[in-house]
């Protein structure tokens, strides 16, 4: 397609597209000897990954940049690849390695499955630290039921991932950050719903 | 306790806390009739919501405000509370009200117990558009294990909301806002474990 098409199938403004091009986030159109340059499927892909990041993740550029460097630099590894991805996409302040004390104590009322693994644990801290600070407290017994909760979502969604490296970050990096809102809101129309009953 | 136990025991500084007394986000302290004001654990049980709020739920001053209104004009019953709650809270770009067309086809592949409240339908609906505007695809049968996974974590909530309204709204609020972050780093934490296993 030409580049004003892919203004209107991916919504996105052509200035902005030239700008994405500039910085290397996404490849010039193709060029073989005519005026114009071509863009497929994988450019339009890449701009709804980036917009995607941009409004639903509302990550900054930076980051953004970070997680089209995986693209490009792929690993093969599904680990290698998923830690990676959570790395990029994760929130920038927090200190990835620092002691996790709560974290870990935490895990320990999770149901079995669990890995003291980075830079997830060092967001599992911060979310505890958050709780604490709110004087709010979450028992052994709700922290078991919310792991055994989401280790069940992972479990189908680990199983979903593409074999193929490529895929697979796209996969992972798409399905953590805007399934996240999705299931934010699920909880809380469950909540309305169960508590408009009482 | 004195203002300066006060900003010890909340971490809040002393400039702060007096800004929160002269918006009328926090009440004055007690005097009678001595020269120094003398706080509480009301007090101080207020100035980590309005903090949680603030750092957690990263809410601004206006929407804070709407919150430490519903604890101050509080509502009897549970589920009105829920739902004020929920939309004081909430995401403030979401129109409540506006036709949901996804969110209303997306619950028909819920489990049963959900009911199409607002203004948690809004928020659903808002999470599959920015799923459809990331190219992203979300089966009928993810949705279903999806939304059985919050429902069983929202009745093991809602059966815990303190029967007192003004708890019933800190408990709700605060449940709502500073659990979101640890349920979304207990997911990424679950991927990585399992992922790492393949």
């Known amino acids: 397609m030409q580049i004003g098409e892919l203004v209107a199938a991916s ?15 996404l490849p010039a159109g193709e060029t073989d000897g005519a005026r114009r340059a071509t863009y497929d499927e994988e450019h339009l892909g890449r701009l709804r990954l980036i917009r995607a990041l ?3 993740a509302e990550l900054p550029l ?8 995986l693209l490009d630099h792929g690993e093969t ?20 390695g620092a002691p996790t004390p709560r974290a870990s104590e935490a895990i320990g009322s999770f149901v079995p499955g669990y890995a003291p693994l980075e830079p997830a644990m060092s967001m599992l801290e911060k979310s505890l630290d958050g709780i604490d600070a709110a004087g709010f407290a979450v028992s052994p017994e709700r922290l078991r039921l919310y ?7 992972a479990e189908s969604e680990v199983e979903a991932i593409p074999a193929e490296p490529h895929e697979a970050i796209r996969y992972t990096v798409l ?3 805007v399934v996240e809102p999705l299931l934010v ?7 309305q719903s169960l508590a408009s009953g009482r």
């Open 11 to 25: 919504g996105v403004p052509l200035a902005t597209i030239k700008y994405y091009i500039r910085e290397g986030m």
């Open 54 to 56: 941009l409004t639903v």
């Open 62 to 69: 930076s980051r953004i940049k970070a997680v089209l460097d």
């Open 77 to 96: 590894d599904t680990g290698t690849v998923l830690r990676k991805a959570i790395g990029a996409i994760g929130d920038p302040s927090i200190t990835e």
């Open 147 to 153: 792991s055994q909760a989401m280790l069940t979502i």
């Open 175 to 177: 399905g953590t950050v």
């Open 185 to 191: 809101a699920m909880r809380r129309l469950a909540q």
